[in-house]
């Protein structure tokens, strides 16, 4: 899909990027991350060619894209940058319209895509779409600005930092959005961030950069688990990566379906292992652990359910670790979106069966 | 304080335009009070020259320069800020701050050997002393819009053309309007030192007067220039507020 082929770039004698290779698949969710510097903005620009490479060739489904005429090939290339750059004197129907509006489409098109990509990003149209870029909050400003990216429904998308300006919580949901985004329309992405959680989150496969190079191309699993030297393993940080890794798995991966369950609040006169009491709507109310007295009877060990406890399937496995050491238990529901119980997440699957 | 403006502006511009009209329909018959003024003099109302042709001169000679000059300002400010002509950036800033330190009065001095006595070299004074602002606010307006939003329109795709057409332009036009106004009314009240050299402005009364020692001409030719600069002024403030 994009291949990069031993290409260099240079500002004056200064390399920026030096030979640089790298395939990108279709429908991949690349992310180039490295510290500030080593050359993952000028790579992802001269995709786009805002930043033009002096030796090798890029390609985008193999015609090298030197071949396109520049605009052609940036209309057909999506593109959000950090500082969002809404244009500050049009509405937010009207700065997404700006790619399909270059291209020439007719307005009722040009309507239509415009509520379909703010309802994608859960802006409500009717309340959007009329509204100055100055009324809107930095999360919602940086949605209108990947919406306009994605306008004319390119098939690769450019993302310089998009959500390196907001605040934790923002951008965490943002990231969240991205994810559920991306596996609806399945776009080639490439991404730059110099935050490492964001691009484990985020990355189906990423390229770690230093001094202009590739250090790593590999899945943020490899990444993880088999750096390739000593510079990628700082990068990732060695004493916290078992938080890391937890943070780019999903509970769908560990969780377990169809837990045991009682009806009602009564629990059975004898137990044994782990129960969860669900109410008549099958939304579990109390966790049932049996533990042993002091004269070798069984108990059960209550404890109430409350709302923070329930994980999505979608959730990290970082997140239900940190339930876990909150709540202090050692399994978690995992609800479906009605709230009913779908799941169970053990400690002991985390940790291999040791506890 | 915004929102005020907007409302006060219209009332201000036809009000100033309003008086204007009327002081220079009524001046030549207000006799009586000019007289109170001036009981000394043998003639107290300016007539050798009607207000109102005095008036549609003054106003033609900054019109003409106002335009010339918002023309060649703007379009020396988009040239300096083009990738091409960068390098033109700083001399033309520095002429544009230079040239406003000039007097006026010496810049129609330094004209009339150029052109002779009369309207050509108050034009040509006006329009160079009116280009210094429109040129300054053109490049500060477009020099104002931020990166990320040149960034992304080129990122989009938009041609160098179209960038400047529908993002700089129109995100400059309130600071170059100001350029514009600054540039016109200032011009009105150097318009009427044209008259030392021959061109006809509502100056006449007032250099008259001064050579006379009549009071009441100075006075008839000020109010008069007074009154234009004011209505300008509004009718500019209200070009701005309706492109907000």
Redesign the interface.
Known sequence: MIRLDNVSMKYGEQYAVRNLSLDIASGDFCVLVGTSGCGKSTTLKMINRLVEHNEGRILINNQEIASFEINALRRRIGYAIQNIGLFPHWSVAKNIAVVPRLLKWDAQRIHNRVNELLELFALDPAIFADKMPHELSGGQAQRVGVARALAADPDILLMDEPFGALDPITRESLQEEMLRIQSQIKKTIVFVTHDIEEALKLATRMVVMDAGQIIQYDTPENILHRPANHFVENIIGSQDRGLKAASCKQVRDIMRPDPPRVQGAAPPCRGSGRLWAVDGANAPVRLLQATVDGDASYRWREIDVTPDMGLQAEDSVKLAISKMLWRKVAALPVLSSDGTLLAEVRMADLVGGCA | MWRASIRRAPWRALTSALLLILCASLFPHMETLFRWLQPDASQVVYDRDSFWRLLLSHAGLVLLSGFIATVVGVVSGILVTRESGRDFLPLVNNIASIGQTFPPVAVLALAVPMTGFGGAPTVVALTLYGLLPVVRNTIAGLEGV??????????????PS?VLWK?EL??AFKVIMAGVRTSVTINIATAAIGSTIGAKTLGDPIVAGLINGNTAYVLQGAILVALLAVAADAIFERIESASA
């Open positions: 931020s990166g990320a939003v040149l960034e992304a329109a080129r990122g989009m795709g938009m041609s179209q993002v129109p995100l």
